[in-house]
């Protein structure tokens, strides 16, 4: 496919560029301050930031691109009505790690069993978001409003530990992102599948799986 990704000189962005050229995508990188001229592209993909996103993702439904984003911290529904409007296709998905979308299934599996759960969320110092999109989407999988504890440090890459507490019992399900590359797969695996979505905003890879 012929690409656009805007944010394609951030941490995410320099590590799909690679990727995704070796998928044999064309990319056109995007960065701050370029016109966000997508026309006739294939599909567009945002990891750029919270701010960013729902302006970029505006610029390529307006003229005619479907889009793929990873950007976590805003809200995509005020943008589904222009893209089904126009038949093209808003996917967004919190954590592009199959691994993760697995930890959240898994712990909406023991949130039967367990009467209360705590989410720890860890990541890289400059992560802008906090609670982290994938701890939200984990609690709203659980339900009963947990706890998300957010811890921000150098060193660290996106970690979530879902901690559920019984009667004489402890069940944590842990997930590691120990490196970006993690989150290619489900971004291929979302530009593969973009056409057959419906028009309009679908959320969460598990969509895909
Ligand atoms: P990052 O390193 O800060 O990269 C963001 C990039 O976007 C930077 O190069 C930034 O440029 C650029 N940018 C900012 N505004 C822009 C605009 N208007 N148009 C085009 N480019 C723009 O951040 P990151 O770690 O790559 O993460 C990016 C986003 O993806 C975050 O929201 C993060 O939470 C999310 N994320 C999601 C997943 C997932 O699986 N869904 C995984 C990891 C990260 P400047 O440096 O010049 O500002």
């Given at each position: 496919m012929r690409l656009a990704l805007f944010g394609a000189e951030g941490k995410v962005g320099s590590v799909l560029v690679p990727v995704l050229e070796r998928a044999g995508h064309e990319v056109r990188g995007i960065e701050l301050g370029d016109e966000p001229d997508v026309a006739g592209l294939d599909a567009a993909?945002?990891?750029?930031?919270?701010?960013?996103?729902?302006?970029?993702?505006?610029?390529?439904?307006?003229?005619?691109?479907s889009c793929v984003v990873g950007t976590t911290g805003w809200d995509p529904q005020p943008l589904h009505e222009l893209a089904a409007s126009r038949g093209l296709r808003l996917f967004v998905a919190p954590n592009f790690s199959i691994g993760a979308v697995l930890m959240m299934r898994f712990a909406g599996?023991?949130?039967?069993?367990?009467?209360?759960?705590?989410?720890?969320?860890?990541?890289?110092?400059?992560?802008?978001?906090?609670?982290s999109g994938t701890a939200a989407a984990t609690a709203r999988l659980i339900g009963g409003d947990p706890v998300i504890?957010?811890?921000?440090?150098?060193?660290?890459?996106?970690?979530?530990?879902?901690?559920?507490?019984?009667?004489?019992?402890l069940l944590t399900i842990r997930h590691d992102t120990t490196a970006r590359e993690s989150?290619?797969?489900?971004?291929?695996?979302?530009?593969?599948?973009?056409?057959?979505?419906p028009p309009g905003l679908t959320v969460g890879l598990e969509a895909l799986l």
């Open positions: 993909v945002d990891f750029t930031s919270p701010d960013a996103a729902p302006e970029n993702v505006r610029a390529a439904l307006e003229q005619g691109v599996e023991a949130a039967e069993y367990f009467p209360r759960a705590e989410i720890i969320e860890l990541h890289n110092e400059a992560k802008k978001d906090a609670p504890h957010s811890v921000r440090l150098p060193g660290l890459v996106a970690h979530q530990e879902v901690i559920f507490g019984g009667e004489g019992q989150f290619a797969d489900g971004v291929l695996l979302a530009l593969e599948k973009l056409d057959s979505l």
